[in-house]
């Protein structure tokens, strides 16, 4: 294993460290359960899994059916990268790692479009992220898919765990403890606890535009299907494989205390979150993809948002960094 002190330090980590000193002045929950299992969330949360599976895997004898239009793809598309993006740029790179700061109304629109990617509302998904980081991989990591040892099905059931199961663990990351600055937050609160608003807006946007293009209840329908339950399934399924593959399998260049892989052909899927070693290794770097070729279509809109005067103060890598995490015998080939 190796130890790269000057890396680890994470924004989860000072953040948990800022957090100590105001635990006592108690907070309002930003999500409806508050760190409650059987929450409206909760329930929700498991619709959202199962459901858009079970369509995922209709899907397939259902496009030699009556097939699938142009619309429907367009809509699937575009609401997957959407949503994508809102989680990688928006809850991810920015509310997450603070790997840029962004003016209001870009921070709201990424709130907003990242909790229509449906995976559970903002604080909470970024406390349970901010936990990920600093035990990864070791006890305490929310969803390592070494939870259970090393053999064959130690493994084998550790990343079913890593993708999926943890949703369902009983212990809840304390809030409070590891996202107190986005709490604090009036504007993101309200978004985060408006996660069941956003989650129906999210699945009517398809249905509502396939049915007023065709203006048909049959085109409302195939939109829903595709653009909505497909679209969902895919994107939890995508974001999760970063959870469990991506810390499994793929290539580690640089330096991590865990086993978080570069895993190429989840790139532009994942909008560039599959580079995970190096996130892992700079976890503040508004690029995952650093090395040549690496496609990171999250970086790239944070580059635009930059340009266009949205983002600011954005920590790209320098080369210098990079070098200094790379792992000794690949900076001394290079
Ligand atoms: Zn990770
Ligand atoms: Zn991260």
């Known amino acids: 294993m190796t130890t790269s002190p000057d890396v680890l330090k994470t924004s989860s980590e000072s953040s948990a460290k800022t957090s100590a000193a105001s635990e006592e002045s108690p907070l309002p929950s930003a999500t409806l359960g508050g760190e409650q299992r059987r929450s409206i969330e909760q329930i929700t949360l498991l619709l959202f899994i199962t459901v858009p599976f079970i369509a995922l895997v209709a899907a397939i004898p259902l496009a030699w059916g009556w097939g699938v239009s142009w619309l429907d793809l367009g809509l699937l598309v575009g609401m997957y990268f959407l949503g994508c993006h809102g989680i ?12 840029f700061k962004a003016k209001k109304p870009l921070r709201i629109a990424l709130a907003i479009a990242g909790s229509m990617a449906v995976e559970g509302p903002l ?11 600093r035990f990864s991989d070791a006890e305490g990591d929310p969803h390592s898919p ?20 943890w949703m369902f663990d009983e212990e809840q990351t304390p809030q409070h403890k590891y996202a107190p600055d986005l709490i604090k937050d009036p504007v993101l609160r309200r978004i985060s606890r408006q996660f069941v608003l956003w989650t129906t807006v999210s699945l009517l946007i398809p249905p509502v535009v396939g049915g007023l293009v065709t ?6 329908l195939s939109a829903f299907f595709w653009g909505s339950l497909v679209r969902v399934a895919l994107l939890h399924h995508v974001t999760w494989s970063i959870n469990s593959i991506c810390h499994a399998v793929g290539k580690r260049p640089f330096k991590s205390r865990d086993r978080s892989g570069n895993v190429w052909w989840l790139a ?7 580079w995970h070693n190096l996130h892992h290794a700079d976890p503040t770097c508004a690029r995952h993809g650093v090395l040549k070729g690496q496609i990171d279509s999250s ?11 949205w ?7 320098s080369e210098k960094r990079i070098n200094s995490r790379r792992q000794r ?6």
């Open 88 to 99: 990688t740029v928006g809850f991810h790179r920015h509310f997450t790692h603070g790997a």
């Open 123 to 133: 604080v909470r998904w970024v406390a349970d992220h901010r936990k990920h980081h």
């Open 146 to 165: 070494w939870r259970y040892g090393e053999t064959v099905p130690a493994l084998l059931k550790g990343l079913w765990w890593a993708h999926v199961g």
């Open 215 to 220: 203006m048909s209840w049959q085109g409302a």
């Open 268 to 274: 532009v899927l994942s909008c560039g979150e599959s």
């Open 299 to 309: 970086a790239r809109l944070i580059r635009w948002f930059e340009k266009a005067g």
């Open 311 to 317: 983002a600011y103060d954005v920590r790209w890598p």
């Open 329 to 334: 015998e690949t900076a001394e080939a290079a």
